[in-house]
């Protein structure tokens, strides 16, 4: 099918504010170990810390399901990400805890809706194109966090000062994410995404990719939060060295999410979702048994090349479940996202601080597997999103259409 020029320009403009997301989180959670030396937050005060942006981002993925009934998505990510960007320095910037605490807070309120926005702008773009382009999206942001932990290796690399190693990311991101901003594509207005009620047992179809996302998280969260600690305390690794895990992750879910949409219309979201959520499983257990760092990062590499299919896959799955109100099943399924997050971090810091940080990630490891009993959700076999579509009305499942109808 035939893409227009605005279409192609929101891709892009959408594509650069999944990267810059990426930068921004990147910088965060691979300088954890800095914020806590910086603020003196202990190692039992810690988890409460990274559980507090996502409760809060978690009530602003709702607070953005209500909000776009009122404006475009594109306006919500319009503000959201500069806040984002800001509310970093702020983290770099304090000096006392309760200075940490209110820029963390900020932080989590703004990636909520910046994150239910943007999925909601991919899964309507990805109607508009009629093929699968949310994988691309999701390695934008791989890139960004590529980029974004490579930062934070040469800040601990020359011991830079937090607000010093996250100025240079900010003055260059922030006003190219303003600029692209500019070329968001919102669904066309008449369009059934997101326009209409929520169906009756909705949510019942909804909760068995609430449970993907969350535990997809829970692995995420884990990598995110606590690679450079374990690599650190329980490897035996440099600070430096602590910082790569999460850059090798981010690496290879930028390769997998690269080729992600090609798999999906070859083999179908079911069969890439399966073969991930193996590989995930395997890399956990890799990182659990490592005799040493290097161990690790294969354990870390694994991870990525399993996990980083299954968000956007499932973020795909709900629009494709709920065509005419997609915006609505995003926004819900976002808060899954944070759950995961505030699941995972506390979970494997609790188990790690009673028993061992090694047998913490034998949890996460069974708990990814959980895909493997939700693919249904997925779609048939068959889908595979602009190859050899078939429409099943008044079934559980509404794939792509050529004509980009339906997501």
């Known amino acids: 099918m035939t893409v227009d020029v605005r279409l192609r320009r929101g891709r892009r403009a959408l594509g650069f504010s999944f990267f810059a997301q990426g930068v921004a989180f990147a910088l965060l959670v691979t300088r954890i170990p800095a914020i806590q030396d910086r603020y003196g937050i202990s190692d039992g005060l810690l988890p409460a810390f990274l559980a507090a942006v996502p ?13 776009v009934k009122r404006i475009a998505p594109s306006a919500v990510l319009r503000w959201a990400q500069p806040v984002v960007l800001l509310s970093l320095l702020g983290v770099g910037a304090g000096s006392a805890m309760w200075q940490v605490a209110v820029a963390l807070g ?10 239910a926005s943007m999925n909601m702008l991919g899964v309507s773009l990805q109607r508009a194109y009629g093929r699968s382009i949310m994988l691309g999206f999701h390695a934008s942001y791989s890139l960004g966090g590529i980029l974004g932990a490579s930062a934070a290796w040469a800040g601990a690399h020359w011991h830079l000062e937090l607000f010093t190693g996250y100025l240079p990311a900010v003055i260059v991101v922030l006003p190219l994410a303003l600029s692209a901003s500019r070329y968001y594509v919102d669904a066309a207005a008449g369009s059934k995404d997101g326009t209409q009620g929520w169906p009756a047992g909705g949510g019942k179809l909804l909760l068995p990719l609430c449970l993907v996302m969350a535990c997809a998280y829970i692995g995420d969260s884990t990598v ?93 799955a ?11 099943a995003v926004a819900r399924l976002n808060i899954f ?15 790690g601080d009673v028993w061992s940080y090694r047998g913490a990630m034998l949890i996460p490891m069974v708990l990814v597997l959980v895909p ?10 068959a889908a595979r999103y602009g190859v050899g579509h078939e429409r099943r009305a008044g079934d559980r499942v509404v794939d792509v259409g050529r004509g980009g109808n339906e997501v």
């Not at 939700?374 to 076999?381: L, N």
């Open 318 to 328: 709900a629009g494709r479940l709920f065509p005419g109100a997609s915006d609505t």
């Open 224 to 316: 995110a939060n606590w690679s450079a600690k374990y690599l650190q305390d329980v490897l035996g690794s440099s600070e430096q060295l602590a910082t790569v895990p999460y850059n090798v992750y981010m690496v290879t879910t930028l390769i997998g999410r690269a080729v992600g949409d090609l798999g999906v219309r070859r083999f179908g979201a079911v069969a890439v979702v399966r073969g991930g959520t193996v590989v995930a499983a395997g890399g956990f257990a890799v990182v659990a048994a490592a005799p040493g760092a290097w161990w690790g990062m294969l354990g870390f590499t694994l991870l990525g090349i399993g996990l980083c299919v299954i968000v956007p896959q499932t973020f795909a």
């Open 372 to 381: 493997l009993f939700s693919t249904r959700s997925f779609g048939s076999g």
């Open 106 to 115: 900020v932080f989590g309120l703004a990636v909520g809706a910046l994150d």
């Open 55 to 67: 409760v809060l981002a978690g009530v602003s993925s709702v607070a953005t399901e209500h909000l």
């Open 337 to 351: 996202n944070y759950v995961g997050f505030l699941i995972g971090s506390p979970l494997v810091g609790g188990v």
